[in-house]
């Protein structure tokens, strides 16, 4: 398993603070306006599969800190 996320930039390492970006899962067919939810790739790794509201800033459960750039980003796209 791979993730994703950011670091923010900072002099020192212990000033960089990292961000996962959320699963993605589909749960449209093919043609079907997107149906999206989000899990957290720390606790599905560890299979403690849950669902995260979009713009949450850390995990309910794990409470790592949680980036939806991209994910908006996409949004965006998409209108
Ligand atoms: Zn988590």
Redesign the pocket.
């Known amino acids: 398993m791979v993730l994703e996320g950011k670091v923010t930039e900072a002099k020192y390492t212990y000033q960089r603070l990292t961000f996962i970006k959320p699963t993605e899962h589909h749960y449209e067919k093919k043609g079907e306006v997107p149906y999206i939810k989000y899990g957290?790739p720390?606790?599905d790794a560890l299979g403690n599969k849950h669902q995260l509201t979009f713009g949450e800033k850390n995990?309910g459960?794990?409470n790592?800190n949680l980036t939806w750039d991209e994910l908006w980003k996409g949004e965006k796209e998409n209108e």
């Open positions: 957290c720390v606790c995990c459960l794990c790592v």
